[in-house]
Each structure stands twice: as structure tokens, then as C-alpha cells.
């Protein structure tokens, strides 16, 4: 196991100054969502960057009971070395009405940007987190500064179909003007170009990274664990799109009544009740535990602890939580959706067709018999040296660095 100041330590720096711009972002340090965008910049940082984040959080009037306790108006945090402004207001806008939000959106982001320029300076590039509202914001800030930027999209809903027609427009603009347009799995490049772009940008493969906390963690289970029965985890916030009849009646395909099998499941608070009813229904109870939400030192410890990790969702971009199995040596299953097929090679896991209860079962039953034949290290050394922070953010800053390199002239000074 490596120290973690050692490993720091031999981290190259840089003189590079990222703006970071999520679409979607946590209220404070402690939120679970768009954490990957958090400790991306956190990672960068790391690697010797400096980190700036502004992020306006709109809420609108259903998420009422955040409105109540969160913080409102401007705030600036340090949070893990990466400066952070927040803007926390409410959007009164309903649904419908997506493209006056993200007009509202864009010109607190703004007015965010030149408090943040005020106190840390200009930046070199600026990495945005999605087209929309993110991309959209990064292109009027290169248009207004001439500062260069780049785009990561991470949407399901290209997929879906779940954009407005107003809304693609305003992604395709903000993918045109990009230095560079990421996507964070091959197969959803594809997706991107065909449901937005339709051939007039190239979109690269740059995937999320994992932590390196994971990889710090030893391999195996635990003494304690180790004389425990076979442990299927889950990790998820059990919406609708993860689809958690098909693992869980899987399992109960294979394994039910059968107490040298058990089912782990944690991280989601979505209809619990109705969760625990079907477990019921299946007669699996006594197999089955139910974790709640977890902290990451909880997530390394429950993998650490399982045998092998198993998802059905119908849609992923990515899929973070399956790379963080990996990083830990665990064998997955995973549905053949469009990030996993980006991840899973055949030495990790098995892949099965989305919604098929029954093939996910057959390779439950399979993996569960066939343990043997999954090398943790194999499967470990793979993950790092694709979706470690080293590899993802070298590859960020040798690409920010040409970017700005080639600039023909300097960035307009802020006023």
C-alpha cells in the first residue's frame, strides 16, 4: 500500500489554472451529487493545478426542504484545495420553461465567474461538466474573455431523448466552439454524435476517474470476512433507472433459500418500502441486507468485503461505481448498456442484456462457481492503468497544455 504524502510528493507540478464549471454540482463538500466533477478538480489539484470551481445552484421549489437549510446567496469554500464559488438561489421556473432557466443559469454563472477572477485571477482553460448548462456558460465566457474550454458530457438523456430541440441546439453550439468535446465511454461517443452533433465535432473517450483511496485499499477480504458466505454487492441510489428488479429477482433465481449466498445492497433511499416489499415477495429476506447510505470509507469497506458486484441499470454514461469494484479486484456483472461495454472486459466480469432476469441469474450462478478463474490483481492493474487519477488527469493537463500552447494571443483581461 502506497502513503498517500509519498504519493503526493512525487506528483509533478504544474503552473496550469483549471476553472472547473459542473452543470449539476453538491451544496456543499459533503453532497453525493456530481461528486465525479468534484474529485476530478480535487485530483487536479493534486496534480499540482490550480483549481478554481463556480457552480450556480438553482433549486427549484420541489427540492423546498433543501431550500430551507441550505445556505443561501454567495459562498466561497476551500474544499480539499480547490477554491469554490457557489451561488444558492431558487429558479421559478417550471419544466417547461428549461431554456429561461438556462438563460437565468448562465447569467449567474457570470456574475460568479467575475467574483471568482477577482480574487484568484484569470484562468488558462475552462473544463466544463456537460453542455447544458455548463457548455453553455463556457461558451459565452470564452466569447466574452477568449478563454479556451473544453467539455466533458456525462448525460443520460441524449439517450432518452429527454432534450428539447431548443435544447440540443444550444449543446451542438457549445460542442462546436470547444477546444476539445469529451465523452466519458466510447459508446457514448456515438450516441453524442447521433443524437447531437451528427459528424460536425469529434468527441474522445476521456473516462471518470476513481479515487485513489480505492487503490490504496489492500486486496481480499478481511480475516473477518473471510470466513463469511458469497456476497453479491450493490451500490446505487435505487432509482428507477438501476432497475433493481432484475438484480434482485435474479438473485433470488439463483440463490434463494440458499444461506452460502448473500445479497448486499446500499447507497439509495429511493422507495425503500417498496424495496423491502419485494424482497419479501421473493423470500429472500434473511439473505438480503439493505446498507442505507453510505460514506466512501463505508463503500471501500463493503467492497473490499463482497465477492463480486452486480448492476442492472438500463442506461449508464460510465458507470463510476463499477471502476471502483474493479479498482478493489472484484469481478462484476453489469448489464451491456452503453458505459459498462466500456469498462467491462471479458478478464472483469460478464455483461448481459439489459432487463434479462434470467441470463443475469446464469451468470450469478456462473461467477459464484467460477471465482477461480478471476485474477483480483489482473483485474485491478487494468483499472488503474485506465481510470487511476495519474492516468486522467496526465492525459487532462497534456491536453490543456497544448490547447493553450497553441493560443495565438493572450486571454482579454477581465474588467
Known sequence: MHNSNDRERALPRHDMHVLIIPSWYSADSHGARGVFFREQAQALARAGCRVGVVYPDLKSLRRWREILHDPRGYTEVDEDGVTTHRYHGITWFA???????????????????????????????????GLIHAGWLARELSRIYGLPYVVTEHSTKYETGAFSDSQLYIAKLAALSAARTFAVSESFCEVLDSKCTHGEVEWV?????????????????SLEDSRAPFVFL?????????????????????????????????????DVRG????????????????????????????????DAFVMSSRRETFSLVLAEAMSLGKPVIATRCVGPTSIVRPEDGVLVPVGDVDEMATAMRRLRDDM???????????????????????????IYREITSSRDASPTDVV
Open 95 to 129: 419544466s417547461r420553461l428549461r431554456t429561461l432557466h438556462g438563460t437565468r443559469w448562465v447569467r449567474r454563472g457570470k456574475r460568479l465567474y467575475r467574483r471568482y477572477v477577482k480574487t484568484h485571477g484569470q484562468p488558462d482553460i475552462i473544463h466544463a461538466h
Open 205 to 221: 473517450y476521456l473516462p471518470n476517474m476513481v479515487h485513489h483511496g480505492f487503490f490504496e485499499t489492500p486486496l481480499g477480504k
Open 234 to 270: 450493490h451500490l446505487s441510489n435505487l432509482s428507477p433507472n438501476k432497475d433493481r428488479e432484475v438484480f434482485t429477482r435474479a438473485f433470488a433465481t439463483a440463490f434463494k433459500d440458499d444461506r452460502s449466498v448473500q445479497l448486499r445492497v446500499g447507497g439509495g433511499v429511493y
Open 275 to 306: 424495496y423491502e416489499s419485494l424482497i419479501r415477495e421473493l423470500g429472500i429476506q434473511d439473505q438480503t441486507r439493505l446498507l442505507g447510505p453510505l460514506s466512501r470509507d463505508e463503500v471501500i469497506e463493503e467492497m473490499r468485503g463482497c
Open 372 to 398: 477461480e478463474t478471476y485474477d483480483a490483481e489482473g483485474i485491478r492493474k487494468a483499472c488503474c492503468e485506465r481510470f487511476s487519477e495519474g492516468v486522467v488527469c496526465s492525459r487532462l493537463i497534456a
